[in-house]
């Protein structure tokens, strides 16, 4: 009897967490923190909290350093100093003339101030009827649109971003109608031809693509250059769903259509205001954990990111809370928050404190974190560093989620969804991007849902938001952030035991799918396909060495060095057993007697002999931007199109050769390790069951281009080729 009542009380115990206010607990489910601590963060995190802030935010139109950016950031300033969390407000821009880290000034730094007084599109001929107005839905019009007042004729221009959409059209004056995006329009239509602006209709941009024929009332969110670029400032651009589009389209094959467009825009430079909150650690000296969350977008723009924004104002709330009444002691590291603009605040936060490329150790990006998964389809997924800057920080959240996961957590208002998480590559398109590069090496992950079927557009409001999820993500990461910013020697070296556990089950899975691609592949290919495997292996072992050293950052102390010398060393012995494995698994396959040499190629062996040195300190993400026009030839500058065009997933590859230059690694070593890392939140679409994955096509990187790409860059000035035997002298 006393069974069935014990059980009988867990029962009730489990059902209450989902559905009071203050959740009975069970024993510890994770080994990272104590039962306590996980007391304290469910009690003290609430999604609907936290769904609360979204809706103030959405109120506000955030476009960066415009009226209601600087309302939003009055807002968080507010309610952390009603919470009692130590914040100031601090500006970036106003003292310098180029981002810190950038070799040539960005159109979008300094940040430009854009607030919009009155902006409206009107068909007035046939009949009369408004199709746009930025009092109603800001994202009808393009960022950063110039003010203009035109009544003109309409002329559809089809996609408008090809010399074919304009033969033979007279556009002087007019506004034209297409669906592309506006820049490259505006680049054609305005610069080119002498229209005097234009609207695009149906969603084009690289995240929409399509999400627009199931809603044929999606508004897509577009941007134009704020400032004049190579002498051309854009005009005006309108922006419609495809429903009014096609019935645009229509009207102008019965007839003319004449337009009215209005537009009062008025530019400022103002610097960029960006909120710091601390929760202050206990040791001054041991670093700090970082949160951010980008807080600029158009209305409403819930999910994108005024999620991530509320949720990091939740989490700095419930963590001070918590330490206030005494539930969580202090941290022995400081844990800050930030809210930026996407992009230009993490960089002037890092620009204004140079130190914190060395005293963060780690950070945690939140962007579009509230959603409810069944209504936007989608999923939420956590993004790893690159495997240039491998660390124990994916494996923390990972095991963090894990936790989340074993709890049957829902909120009163919420929904009872599962959750439905995936580990997914590096991935691009945030401010955690920045924070990886390798000038600044500060390991950061990104938390966010994917896909999502209203990104970007007049669809993305809080209904689609839900205060379960919002609450299953904060207690992730806050946890995430506790255990790193609370962690000492003993804490640390559990750490790294799990980080190496980890690893190797990561190390088998490469050798189970490398057998499997051996085990497929063509005759033909089949040595190219054993040698990718073996430099799989190879650089998946130091990838997962390193995510192990990475702890190191949290504790120095001897003991800490020896167990992970120790635990590298058995993660370099099972390489070398899988390498041998490998071998014995191609002679079964094969019935060779030998495995097959691997000799080099002559451009390999050139590449072996060439080491990278960096000479000056900038942005790898935007080497194209920092490129000096006066140092680049015209025969480069066509080759450097082909190649971008030629290399798989050149947008991320060509940065993460930069990234793994470290003034000892030669060319040939950073070839093959590129050419087995995997990339891209896309890539996390048709990996359900696991993040790694590898074929033979994409994984070619020519030795012979890498060299001539890293020539044009010793032209630039950023870094010298030095032969490896500089080195053995």
């Known amino acids: 009897m006393k069974n069935v009542m014990r059980f009988c009380l867990v029962f009730l115990a489990a059902c209450a967490i989902g559905t009071a206010t203050t959740p009975i607990f069970s024993a510890s489910r994770t080994f990272l923190i ?198 051309f400032e854009p005009s005006f651009a309108f922006s419609i769903s495809r429903k009014a589009g096609h019935e645009l389209r229509e009207s102008l094959k019965a007839g003319p259509v004449r337009v009215r467009a209005q537009v009062d825009a008025t530019f400022s430079d103002v610097p960029l205001a960006t909120p710091v909150a601390r929760i202050a650690g206990t040791d001054d000296t041991a670093g700090e954990f970082l949160f951010v969350a980008h807080i600029d977008h158009v209305r409403p723009s819930a999910n994108d990111n005024a999620s991530g924004a509320a949720l990091l104002l939740e989490i700095a709330r419930g963590l001070n809370q918590a330490i206030r009444d005494g539930g969580l002691p202090a941290p022995r590291r400081s844990i800050l928050f930030l809210w930026v603009s996407e992009g230009p605040g993490t960089l002037g936060y890092v620009t204004h404190h140079p130190e914190s490329r060395e005293r963060i150790v780690g950070a945690l990006n939140l962007d579009m974190v509230g959603e409810n998964a069944a209504t936007t389809h989608s999923m939420l997924r956590l993004s790893r560093t690159p495997d240039s800057l491998p660390s124990f920080m994916p494996d923390v959240v990972e095991h963090m989620l894990r936790w989340v996961d074993s709890m049957p957590i829902h909120e009163p208002t919420g929904s009872r969804n599962f959750l439905n998480f995936r580990i997914q590559p590096f991935s691009p398109s945030s401010d955690h991007y920045l924070l990886n590069d390798g000038v600044l090496k500060i390991p950061a992950l990104m938390l966010n849902f994917a896909p999502d079927d209203f990104h970007h557009t007049n669809l993305d409001t809080p209904d689609k938001c ?191 050769f930069l990234n793994f230059i470290d003034g000892k690694r030669d060319l040939l070593f950073i070839r093959d390790a590129v050419s087995v890392e995997r990339f891209n939140f896309s890539e996390g679409l048709d990996q359900i069951g696991t993040w790694e994955g590898l074929d033979l096509a994409h994984s070619r990187i020519d030795a012979g281009q890498l060299i001539r790409l890293m020539t044009i860059f010793e032209k630039q000035g950023w870094l010298e080729l030095k032969r490896a035997h500089e080195f053995r002298k």
């Open 34 to 231: 104590s039962e306590p601590v996980e007391k304290a963060l469910l009690i003290n995190l609430s999604g609907e909290n936290a769904l609360r802030f979204i809706t103030q935010l959405v109120q506000w139109d955030r476009t960066t350093s415009s009226s209601g950016y600087l309302q939003a950031v009055r807002f968080v300033e507010a309610e952390l100093r009603n919470a009692g969390v130590e914040v100031r407000v601090e500006e970036y821009g106003a003292d310098q003339g180029r981002m810190a880290f950038q070799l040539r000034p960005s159109p979008y730094w300094p940040p430009v101030g854009w607030n919009v007084r009155k902006a409206e599109l009107w068909v007035v001929s046939p009949g009369k009827q408004k199709i746009a107005d930025y009092s109603v839905q800001p994202i009808q019009l393009a960022r950063y649109s110039r003010s203009g007042n035109v009544e003109a004729e309409l002329v559809d221009v089809g996609v408008g971003t090809r010399e074919e959409d304009y033969r033979d059209l007279d556009l002087r004056g007019k506004v034209v109608l297409a669906t592309g995006a506006p820049q490259s329009v505006q680049l054609w239509a305005v610069k080119k031809y002498g229209a005097a602006g234009s609207i695009t209709w149906g969603l084009n941009d690289s995240y929409s693509p399509g999400k627009d024929d199931p809603y044929p009332d999606l508004v897509g969110w577009q941007v134009l250059n704020p400032r004049t670029v190579d002498g």
């Open 466 to 656: 839900d205060p379960t999820e919002l609450k299953r993500v904060g207690l992730a990461a806050a946890s995430s952030a506790y255990f790193l910013a609370s962690a000492g020697g003993s804490e640390t070296a559990q750490l790294a035991r799990e980080v190496a556990a980890r690893g190797k089950i990561r190390m088998f899975e490469v050798q189970r799918q490398g057998e499997r691609m051996l085990y497929s592949a063509p005759r033909e290919e089949r040595v190219e396909v054993l040698r990718l495997v073996s430099r799989w292996i190879r650089h998946t072992a130091l990838r997962e060495q390193g995510a192990v050293a990475s702890t190191l950052r949290l504790n120095r102390e001897p003991p800490q060095d020896q167990l992970v010398t120790g635990l590298a060393s058995e993660m370099a012995k099972l390489a070398q057993e899988q390498q041998a494995q490998l071998e014995q698994y191609w002679t079964s396959l094969t019935g060779d007697a030998r495995v097959p040499e691997l000799a080099l190629t002559d451009d390999e062996r050139v590449a072996a002999t060439l080491v990278p040195v960096l000479r000056k300190e900038f942005m790898h993400h935007n080497w194209e931007r920092s490129m000096d026009p006066a140092r680049t030839s015209d025969e480069d500058r066509t080759w450097l199109a082909g190649y971008r065009q030629r290399l798989y997933q050149a947008y991320m590859r060509i940065p993460e």
